[in-house]
C-alpha cells in the first residue's frame, strides 16, 4: 500500500478514538453535571447528529479546500473540542461539554472522508483493500478510547477531563502525521465541476443508490440493535453490567477484525455477492436473537450483526468509486455519507422506542423488511444492468 493509505491509518487510529471515547464516557461525565438524569444521553446524541449534518458540508470543503487542508484543519478543531471538553467537565457545565460532543461529530464527519483519500491514492482494483486497511484502524480506536479513561486518572484529579486532555494529544499527534506525510492526490486540487448538476445526476444513477443504500443499511441496521442490546440485555433480562460490555465489546471486535480480509472477499466475490453476504449474515443475526433471549444468543446475534455490518459497510464503500465520474466525486462522497451516517442516526434515536413497544423480539422482526427490501434492489439493479462482478468472481464490480 502506498504512503498515503498508511498515514490515513495512523491518522484515523488516533483521531477517531474520540468515538468510542464518547460513547464509553459521554453519559458517565453527564451525570453530575446534567440538569437531569433524562438529559446524560445527550452528549453522545449530539455526537451522533454532528456526524450525520457535517458529512455533506465537509465533502464540498474538500472539494474547495483540498483534502489535506480540510484533514488538518479538523484535527485542530479536534484538539480545541476535546479542550472545551476537558474544561466544560472542570467547571461543571453540561451546556460546554454539549458544544463539545458536537464539535466532535463534525471531525469525526471529517475522518470518515480517510477512506476515500485512501481508496483514491491506489489503483481500481487495490480500492477494497485500501477501504478495509482504514476500517482496520477501528480495532485500534476501539481499544484506544476507553482506556483514556483509564489513564486520565494519572493527568488530572478527575479522570474524565484527564481522559479529555489525553485525547487533545491523539488530535495533535494526527495532525502531525498527516502534517508530515500525507500529500494530497492530484485530483484532490479544487474541482471546478456544478455540484448542483453532479448531485442530479448522481440522483440518477441507480448504481451510486446501491452503494449508498448498502452503507447505509448497514449503518442504520447496526445501530438500531446494537443501541438497545444493552437496555435489553441490563434492564430487561437481568444480566449483569460486566456479561452486558463483554457482549458489547465482542460485537465491536466482530465490526472491524473482517476488515482485516474484507479487501480479499471484496476482489474473490465482487461488490454484489459481498453486499448478498452482508445481507444473509444480517438475517441470521435476527433468527439467532428471536430464538432466545438467553446470553449466548446475545453474544452470537451481535457477533453476527458485527460482520455484517463491515460486509455491507466495505462493499458499498468501496462500489462507490465505481458509480460516478470524476468530478462528481465529492458530492457522491458527500451524499453517499449523509445516507449512511443519517441512517445511523435515525436508527440510535428509535431504537430506544422501539424497544419499548415491541420488545427485543418485534425489534429484531422490524428489521426484515429492510433486508427483504435491500435485497429486491441490488436484484433489480443486476437484471437492469449488467455486471461483470456478477459474472466472474475476482472482478471490480460496476
Known amino acids: 500500500m502506498p504512503a498515503n493509505v498508511w498515514i490515513l491509518f495512523f491518522a484515523q487510529a488516533l483521531a477517531m478514538s474520540g468515538t468510542p471515547l464518547m460513547v464509553f464516557a459521554a453519559a458517565l461525565a453527564s451525570r453530575d453535571i446534567a440538569p437531569s438524569p433524562a438529559w446524560v444521553t445527550l452528549p453522545a446524541a449530539l455526537l451522533v447528529a454532528g456526524t450525520a449534518c457535517s458529512v455533506y458540508p465537509s465533502a464540498q470543503l474538500a472539494r474547495k479546500w483540498g483534502r489535506k487542508h480540510l484533514f488538518m484543519s479538523a484535527m485542530m478543531v479536534g484538539a480545541f473540542a476535546a479542550l472545551l471538553a476537558m474544561v466544560a467537565l472542570e467547571h461543571d457545565s ?22 476515500f483519500a485512501a481508496m483514491e491514492s491506489v489503483e481500481k482494483e487495490q480500492m477494497p483493500m485500501a477501504a478495509s486497511r482504514l476500517l482496520t484502524a477501528g480495532l485500534i480506536s476501539a481499544w484506544l478510547g476507553p482506556e483514556l479513561v483509564f489513564f486520565g486518572q494519572y493527568v488530572m484529579d478527575d479522570t474524565f477531563s484527564g481522559a479529555f486532555l489525553l485525547l487533545t494529544g491523539l488530535f495533535i499527534g494526527a495532525l502531525a502525521v498527516l502534517g508530515l506525510g500525507y500529500k494530497n492526490n492530484p485530483e484532490d486540487a479544487h474541482s471546478s465541476s456544478s455540484s448542483r448538476c453532479s448531485k442530479r445526476l448522481l440522483l440518477k444513477n441507480p448504481g451510486f443508490w446501491i452503494a449508498a ?4 443499511v448497514g ?12 437496555i435489553s440485555m441490563h434492564e430487561l433480562d437481568q444480566f449483569s453490567l460486566s456479561d452486558t ?7 465491536i471486535m466482530a465490526m472491524f477484525i473482517p476488515s482485516l480480509f474484507a479487501g480479499f472477499l471484496v476482489k474473490a466475490l465482487g461488490h454484489i455477492r459481498m453486499i448478498y453476504s452482508g445481507l444473509v449474515i444480517l438475517a441470521g443475526c435476527i433468527l439467532v436473537g428471536v430464538i432466545d433471549n438467553s446470553f449466548m444468543h446475545y453474544w452470537w446475534a451481535l457477533i453476527a450483526l458485527g460482520v455484517a455490518w463491515n460486509f455491507l459497510f466495505v462493499a458499498g464503500t468501496s462500489l462507490l468509486p465505481s458509480v460516478y465520474q470524476p468530478e462528481q466525486k465529492h ?17 440510535a434515536l428509535t431504537s430506544g422506542m422501539a424497544l419499548q413497544w415491541l420488545g427485543w423480539s418485534g425489534l429484531l422482526l422490524a428489521m426484515l423488511p429492510v433486508i427483504v427490501a435491500m435485497t429486491g434492489l441490488v436484484a433489480w439493479w443486476q437484471q437492469t444492468r449488467p455486471l461483470e462482478e456478477g459474472q466472474h468472481a475476482g472482478a471490480a464490480g460496476h
Open 219 to 230: 449503518y442504520g441496521v447496526m445501530s438500531f440493535i446494537m443501541t438497545a442490546t444493552p
Open 331 to 347: 458530492t457522491a462522497q458527500g451524499l453517499n455519507d449523509t445516507m449512511v451516517f443519517g441512517a445511523q442516526t435515525v436508527g
Open 245 to 251: 460490555k463483554r457482549v458489547i465489546q465482542s460485537h
Open 94 to 115: 453540561f451546556i460546554g461539554f454539549s458544544s463539545a460532543a458536537l464539535l466532535l461529530g463534525g471531525v469525526i464527519a471529517v475522518c470518515q472522508q480517510f477512506r
Open 213 to 216: 443504500a448498502s452503507g447505509a
